[in-house]
């Protein structure tokens, strides 16, 4: 809501909020309460007597704070820029700008800083202020320049200023005068603010290319006049002395012609024009010559629903009346194209000639059909421009026809449809709008896929003059569907036709869109949903902080939805009922939320707007379930255009989610794949182990002498077998006798530390004793990497740390270590 009201808005934290009549809770006429209301929702009429009587006055409570028209601030009135003089065509953002935005930069360009003009400048507002009332009844463009001047020194006078500041008041009013351009024009919102925006756009369009037109006949004619002199001087009659004595001018003196003329060849000449292209130069340039600029820029075409008088002081608008505006304008269009069709071919035929690139076994077929079809983009922008005023009931209903063969013609027509916004197109203004299903005029103009088509707000002037732009030079059948909004007749409500127009945007009534075929074929290049507040909501959201009937501030968001836009609307005020103050439950629920809700879950609620009333109390506003299903039909056509632009869109979310199967799957068969694949290795090492243990196992037991002492065997060590098992197995012709390996064991030889490494917990206690001998491999697990760089002590106490006891010290390498005696019997515990 581009507004600003002079007053707080709703929702703006302060001593203004809106606050709930003080209320005492009944929870027992709160059950007969909604009961009633319940009744109410559903259409019961025998409720009637028994609801609140409903005052015409109540706003939605977001625009609540607009309701004194009287001093709002808002775009309206535009400054309308001038046609510029360099003979460019103007951006849609160049045309016009809200007043309070044209006067503070003009003055700002003039008088720049804060120190400047500083009287001016704090009385910019008032200016704007005076000017929007001086122009609130006018339905067309006023010169600015002159109202200006009036109603400032009007301000001058009234301020009473001591006389020097009324001096360099009246001076800064000056320079702000003379930066006005010539010709600005400010247009208020009237009733016809899109039409006239429209020739506005047109004549910044039309106007700079008929300039450069007529330059171009002009340079054409010349052309076509020196090809004819040149033949001229070739022929017989141009050899003759005084045709030579005109071609040399002033030097003819210098000259004996006749004696020239005698001596030039006059039997045979230079090789002459044809008669056939002699005649076609000829006849070029007289069309071209005889070619006259129509006044006309624009014709209107419609039902005796245009009050002439608004448009007769407008340069270059004609206004025609037909009862089939669509058949009359198509009829106008090919009119004008068949009068122009021969002065652009004669234009294109002396460029050929001029250039000597006319060849008439290729041209002249060309020509002989040439018509609009032929015409180019620079050519069709020439044709006066033809706009067809339609309403959206016949274009719904009998007109529908001619509407459609237009639309799908290709000609470079405009059809303007203006709309109410709340009203069903399909359905005469006295029927329930809600009584079917809403005709989309929108989506009736995408069907025709090769017309412009514009949906939009005259609120929103941003919009029209770009989507005016567009369409006119996309040089192809154009759709403007433009809701202007209407002024509530309700007591006490002042709201103007532009915030009413503005709130039909914010409460996806009449949403904006704008669809150009020439962009390319997907909807992704076509479509433009950019001016739509917040898109990618269903509704938009605003801050909204009030005071409950307990006096408590409540700071929250309040959407603007479909229901709060029609209680704009006096007709459809049958579908609203205030909930009593006394009321209170749970039942009760803001219509977003309720409908934000699984259909089938929302029969327990009723669904209400916040609404204030002229006294400034803030109610809840029950609501029917008509205007619900009216809500749901709003937001189904919004969920289609959403899906048109992309946003929401159900096929990138099933995409999306096909995507992420797709992915999760192939993650999964990998996994599957790397746990197979680990497990076969792990069988496999487990065999390998197996088998290298039961090789040992049965190579021990062939070579051990079964009558001596048992030996002992790592079994449970399978990657590193013990020193002690190797030993066992791999016996020598020298072996000690048992007797004697006995007594070198009671004297403590030495005997290789090991570690069962499978039983590693990886807890690092022997790698902290010594990083050196203690080392992990592959699998995190420790084992002895060098034993020799430790001292037999390390070895005892990382064997008593440990607490899987998985580390074995074996027997001392160096004898000479101090208190071996001790250690050894500490280690045999783990040996
Ligand atoms: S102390 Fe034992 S369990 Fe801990 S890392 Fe060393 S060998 Fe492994």
């Given at each position: 809501m581009n507004a600003e009201p002079n007053a707080p808005t709703a929702g703006?934290?302060?001593?203004a909020l809106p606050a709930q009549p003080p209320a005492i809770k009944d929870a027992e006429a709160s059950k007969d309460i909604l009961y009633t209301l319940r009744h109410f929702h559903l259409g019961n009429p025998g409720v009637q007597e028994q609801l609140e009587p409903f005052g015409?006055?109540?706003?939605p409570a977001l625009l609540a704070?607009?309701?004194d028209a009287s001093r709002l601030r808002y775009d309206y009135p535009l400054f309308l820029y001038p046609?510029?003089?360099?003979?460019q065509a103007a951006e849609a953002a160049e045309l016009a700008k809200p007043l309070s935005q044209f006067l503070s930069e003009t003055l700002e360009s003039v008088a720049p800083g804060a120190d400047n003009a500083r009287i001016l400048k704090d009385n910019l507002p008032r200016i704007e202020q005076a000017l929007r009332q001086a122009t609130k009844d006018d339905e067309a463009p006023v010169p600015a320049r002159p109202l200006l001047q009036q109603l400032g020194e009007q301000m001058v006078q009234q301020l009473g200023l001591d006389s020097d500041s009324s001096a360099r008041l009246s001076d800064d009013l000056e320079k702000l005068l003379e930066a006005i351009p010539d010709g600005g024009q400010l247009l208020a919102y009237g009733r016809h603010p899109a039409i006239h925006l429209l020739i506005h756009v047109i004549r910044h369009q039309v106007i700079p290319r008929q300039a450069q037109f007529q330059e171009q006949l002009q340079e054409q004619i010349l052309g076509l006049g020196r090809l004819l002199n040149i033949e001229k001087e070739k022929s017989d009659s141009g050899r003759k002395p005084e045709h030579l004595k005109e071609s040399v001018g002033g030097s003819a003196?210098?000259?004996d012609v006749n004696a020239l003329s005698q001596v030039m060849d006059h039997s045979q000449g230079s090789v002459g024009m044809s008669a056939e292209r002699r005649e076609r130069v000829q006849t070029a340039l007289e069309i071209l010559k005889e070619y006259r600029q129509e006044p006309t820029l624009v014709r209107f075409v419609h039902?005796?629903?245009?009050?002439?008088t608004i448009f007769?002081?407008?340069?270059g608008f004609e206004s025609v009346v037909s009862d089939d505006p669509c058949t009359t304008a198509q009829d106008l269009f090919d009119q004008e194209a068949a009068r122009l069709a021969k002065v652009f071919a004669a234009a294109r035929i002396a460029q050929l000639e001029i250039d000597d690139l006319y060849d008439a076994s290729i041209h002249d077929p060309w020509f002989a059909s040439f018509n609009w079809e032929a015409f180019s983009q620079h050519e069709l922008l020439l044709v006066p421009a033809v706009i067809a005023l339609e309403t959206a009931l016949r274009v719904a209903n009998q007109a529908m026809p001619q509407f459609s063969r237009l639309l799908n013609s290709g000609r470079p027509v405009q059809i303007m449809v203006r709309v109410?916004?709340?009203?069903?197109?399909?359905?005469?203004?006295?029927?329930?709008?809600?009584?079917?299903f809403r005709t989309e005029l929108g989506y009736l103009g995408i069907a025709h896929r090769q017309a412009v088509v514009g949906q939009t707000s005259a609120a929103r002037h941003e919009h029209l003059l770009q989507q005016f732009t567009t369409a006119f030079n996309a040089t192809r059948t154009s759709l403007h569907l433009i809701n202007i909004g209407m002024r509530p007749l309700g007591q006490g409500v002042g709201l103007n036709a532009w915030l009413v127009a503005g709130a039909a945007l914010e409460g996806r009534v009449h949403p904006f869109f704008q669809l150009n075929p020439a962009q390319g074929d997907s909807f992704a290049e076509r479509?433009?949903?950019?001016?739509?507040?917040?898109?990618?909501?269903?509704w938009p959201l605003h801050e909204f902080n009030y005071i409950d009937n307990d006096g408590e501030v409540i700071k929250t968001q309040s959407a603007f939805t479909f229901a709060d836009y029609a209680l704009l609307i006096p007709r459809l005020h049958h579908h609203f009922t205030p909930v009593p103050l006394v009321c209170e439950s749970?039942?009760?629920?803001p219509i977003a939320d309720y409908l934000a809700l699984p259909q089938q879950q929302t029969d327990a609620y009723i669904p209400y707007v916040w609404a204030i009333n002229a006294n400034g109390e803030l109610r809840q506003l029950a609501v029917s379930l008509t205007l619900v299903h009216a809500c749901r039909d709003r937001l189904n056509y919004w969920h289609s255009l959403q899906e048109m632009a992309g946003i929401g869109s159900k096929y990138i979310e099933i995409g999306i989610a096909k995507a992420r199967a797709e992915i999760q799957a192939a993650a999964d068969a990998e996994r599957a794949e790397l746990l197979a694949a680990h497990e076969a290795e792990i069988n496999s090492v487990r065999a390998e182990a197996a088998s290298e243990v039961m090789g040992r196992l049965t190579e021990v037991l062939m070579g051990m002498?079964?009558?001596?002492a048992t030996p002992r065997i790592a079994?449970?060590?399978?990657?590193?077998?013990?020193p002690a098992a190797a030993d066992v197995s791999e016996p020598t012709a020298e072996s000690e006798t048992p007797d004697e390996a006995e007594a070198e064991e009671d004297i403590g030889g030495y005997e290789d530390p090991w570690i069962d490494?499978?039983?590693?917990?990886?807890?690092?206690d022997c790698l902290a004793i010594n990083p050196l001998v203690f080392v992990y491999n592959d699998s995190n697990q420790a084992y002895i990497?060098?034993?020799?760089?430790?001292?037999f002590a390390q070895m005892v106490e990382a064997a008593e740390i440990c607490p899987s006891d998985c580390i074995h010290p074996g027997k001392?390498?160096?004898?000479?270590?101090?208190g071996l005696d001790e250690l050894i019997e500490r280690a045999a515990a783990y040996n």
């Amino acid at each position: 809501m581009n507004a600003e009201p002079n007053a707080p808005t709703a929702g703006s934290a302060g001593s203004a909020l809106p606050a709930q009549p003080p209320a005492i809770k009944d929870a027992e006429a709160s059950k007969d309460i909604l009961y009633t209301l319940r009744h109410f929702h559903l259409g019961n009429p025998g409720v009637q007597e028994q609801l609140e009587p409903f005052g015409d006055d109540y706003l939605p409570a977001l625009l609540a704070p607009y309701r004194d028209a009287s001093r709002l601030r808002y775009d309206y009135p535009l400054f309308l820029y001038p046609v510029a003089e360099n003979g460019q065509a103007a951006e849609a953002a160049e045309l016009a700008k809200p007043l309070s935005q044209f006067l503070s930069e003009t003055l700002e360009s003039v008088a720049p800083g804060a120190d400047n003009a500083r009287i001016l400048k704090d009385n910019l507002p008032r200016i704007e202020q005076a000017l929007r009332q001086a122009t609130k009844d006018d339905e067309a463009p006023v010169p600015a320049r002159p109202l200006l001047q009036q109603l400032g020194e009007q301000m001058v006078q009234q301020l009473g200023l001591d006389s020097d500041s009324s001096a360099r008041l009246s001076d800064d009013l000056e320079k702000l005068l003379e930066a006005i351009p010539d010709g600005g024009q400010l247009l208020a919102y009237g009733r016809h603010p899109a039409i006239h925006l429209l020739i506005h756009v047109i004549r910044h369009q039309v106007i700079p290319r008929q300039a450069q037109f007529q330059e171009q006949l002009q340079e054409q004619i010349l052309g076509l006049g020196r090809l004819l002199n040149i033949e001229k001087e070739k022929s017989d009659s141009g050899r003759k002395p005084e045709h030579l004595k005109e071609s040399v001018g002033g030097s003819a003196a210098l000259f004996d012609v006749n004696a020239l003329s005698q001596v030039m060849d006059h039997s045979q000449g230079s090789v002459g024009m044809s008669a056939e292209r002699r005649e076609r130069v000829q006849t070029a340039l007289e069309i071209l010559k005889e070619y006259r600029q129509e006044p006309t820029l624009v014709r209107f075409v419609h039902l005796k629903d245009l009050d002439n008088t608004i448009f007769s002081d407008i340069e270059g608008f004609e206004s025609v009346v037909s009862d089939d505006p669509c058949t009359t304008a198509q009829d106008l269009f090919d009119q004008e194209a068949a009068r122009l069709a021969k002065v652009f071919a004669a234009a294109r035929i002396a460029q050929l000639e001029i250039d000597d690139l006319y060849d008439a076994s290729i041209h002249d077929p060309w020509f002989a059909s040439f018509n609009w079809e032929a015409f180019s983009q620079h050519e069709l922008l020439l044709v006066p421009a033809v706009i067809a005023l339609e309403t959206a009931l016949r274009v719904a209903n009998q007109a529908m026809p001619q509407f459609s063969r237009l639309l799908n013609s290709g000609r470079p027509v405009q059809i303007m449809v203006r709309v109410l916004a709340h009203a069903n197109p399909g359905r005469d203004t006295e029927e329930d709008p809600f009584a079917h299903f809403r005709t989309e005029l929108g989506y009736l103009g995408i069907a025709h896929r090769q017309a412009v088509v514009g949906q939009t707000s005259a609120a929103r002037h941003e919009h029209l003059l770009q989507q005016f732009t567009t369409a006119f030079n996309a040089t192809r059948t154009s759709l403007h569907l433009i809701n202007i909004g209407m002024r509530p007749l309700g007591q006490g409500v002042g709201l103007n036709a532009w915030l009413v127009a503005g709130a039909a945007l914010e409460g996806r009534v009449h949403p904006f869109f704008q669809l150009n075929p020439a962009q390319g074929d997907s909807f992704a290049e076509r479509v433009d949903f950019s001016g739509n507040p917040q898109p990618d909501r269903d509704w938009p959201l605003h801050e909204f902080n009030y005071i409950d009937n307990d006096g408590e501030v409540i700071k929250t968001q309040s959407a603007f939805t479909f229901a709060d836009y029609a209680l704009l609307i006096p007709r459809l005020h049958h579908h609203f009922t205030p909930v009593p103050l006394v009321c209170e439950s749970d039942n009760l629920l803001p219509i977003a939320d309720y409908l934000a809700l699984p259909q089938q879950q929302t029969d327990a609620y009723i669904p209400y707007v916040w609404a204030i009333n002229a006294n400034g109390e803030l109610r809840q506003l029950a609501v029917s379930l008509t205007l619900v299903h009216a809500c749901r039909d709003r937001l189904n056509y919004w969920h289609s255009l959403q899906e048109m632009a992309g946003i929401g869109s159900k096929y990138i979310e099933i995409g999306i989610a096909k995507a992420r199967a797709e992915i999760q799957a192939a993650a999964d068969a990998e996994r599957a794949e790397l746990l197979a694949a680990h497990e076969a290795e792990i069988n496999s090492v487990r065999a390998e182990a197996a088998s290298e243990v039961m090789g040992r196992l049965t190579e021990v037991l062939m070579g051990m002498d079964l009558t001596s002492a048992t030996p002992r065997i790592a079994a449970t060590a399978p990657v590193q077998p013990s020193p002690a098992a190797a030993d066992v197995s791999e016996p020598t012709a020298e072996s000690e006798t048992p007797d004697e390996a006995e007594a070198e064991e009671d004297i403590g030889g030495y005997e290789d530390p090991w570690i069962d490494s499978p039983l590693c917990t990886s807890c690092n206690d022997c790698l902290a004793i010594n990083p050196l001998v203690f080392v992990y491999n592959d699998s995190n697990q420790a084992y002895i990497a060098d034993a020799s760089a430790g001292t037999f002590a390390q070895m005892v106490e990382a064997a008593e740390i440990c607490p899987s006891d998985c580390i074995h010290p074996g027997k001392p390498l160096n004898d000479a270590e101090p208190g071996l005696d001790e250690l050894i019997e500490r280690a045999a515990a783990y040996n």
